[in-house]
């Protein structure tokens, strides 16, 4: 097994170990399933990683990593209520499969836990920094969730407004991750703020990643259904890079077939993907992701560890930014 399967088997491990047996099951049962519904692991998974540039005893940093994970499937279980999505990772969404209320507060317990599995590390001026840096990425991930809903209103986004949505809805928790995991292994602040902005700029690539996934992907590979951002108007990259680039004409076009209801969602694919293709909008989002990709390799390799440390970093950030389409 290479590092990644690892580290992703020993966390699964922990988190097995972690089930919630407490009462009242009406309240830990659906903390139980979402935790256990899969998923990549990779926020967890890449805060081992961390720690492993610097430290050397892993099991000092699973509460944290488990911490990590449940904060961000406590994010998606009100995700899910806000959308009032009925699927998650294929299967029933928590307040679909139990109610509204159950997952509201299941999600409430889920956030309280975060905080008590990070407060198991024991060196309290770690503690200390940690937790802010844990309420800062917190606070960022709920400004990006609420960016992405006032997007949906509006109709003069900027790309630069979006880089900043995605920055704090995707990237801030993998960075913040991140750098809890290089906390704990003992790294010094330039380095702990390096392996911070090699994650953040790698989770921005990621997102634009999976904005052109979406429209240019093949299904099968992807693991989605593709053209769901345009079938659900949204103002991704793709298309804020389209308004910016279109002539008038175009630019009407497609703005009335991004902010009208879908009665036919293959045509709609095929009409706002034919004007992409005709702007050539996947070489401008493939050119802004690579910047993202380029600038986050600088701030690992400018890390002050053996670069024998940081090859699985490289590797597994490859794996992420270089999914097929």
Aim: proline residues 3%.
């Amino acid at each position: 097994m290479n590092n990644v399967e690892v580290l992703t088997k020993l966390f699964l491990n922990y988190l097995k170990d972690q089930r919630f047996k407490s009462q009242p099951l009406e309240l830990y049962e659906p903390v139980n399933y979402i935790m256990e519904l899969g998923g990549k692991r990779m926020r967890p998974v890449m805060l081992l990683m961390a720690y492993e540039l610097f430290g050397d005893k892993l099991a000092e940093a699973l509460p944290a990593a488990y911490a990590i994970e449940i904060f961000h499937n406590f994010s998606l279980v009100h995700d899910d209520i806000m959308d009032e999505a009925p699927l998650r990772r294929g299967k029933s969404t928590v307040h679909t499969k139990y109610d509204t209320n159950t997952g509201i507060l299941s999600g409430d317990v889920m956030l309280i836990y975060a905080y008590k599995y990070l407060s198991q590390i024991n060196d309290a001026k770690k503690l200390a920094e940690i937790l802010e840096l844990f309420n800062d990425t917190a606070i960022k991930v709920c400004e990006g969730q609420q960016l992405d809903v006032n997007f949906e209103r509006r109709q003069d986004v900027t790309i630069d407004e979006y880089i900043k949505m995605i920055s704090y809805k995707t990237a801030a928790l993998l960075a913040g991750g991140m750098k809890i995991g290089a906390i704990i292994g003992g790294a010094c602040k330039k380095d702990a703020d390096l392996i911070y902005q090699f994650a953040w700029k790698t989770g921005v690539a990621f997102q634009l990643q999976d904005d052109i996934l979406d429209t240019f992907g093949d299904p099968e590979k992807f693991g989605k259904k593709v053209g769901g951002d345009i079938i659900q108007n949204k103002k991704t990259y793709l298309v804020l890079k389209a308004l910016e680039l279109a002539d008038p004409s175009i630019k009407a076009q497609l703005t009335i077939l991004m902010n009208t209801p879908t009665t036919n969602e293959i045509a709609k694919v095929a009409a706002v993907k034919s004007i992409f293709e005709n702007l050539d909008i996947r070489k401008e989002a493939e050119k802004v992701k690579n910047r993202f990709q380029e600038e986050a390799f600088q701030a690992l390799a400018a890390i002050d560890t053996p670069e024998s440390k940081k090859t699985p970093l490289v590797v597994i950030a490859n794996q992420l930014l270089g999914r097929e389409v």
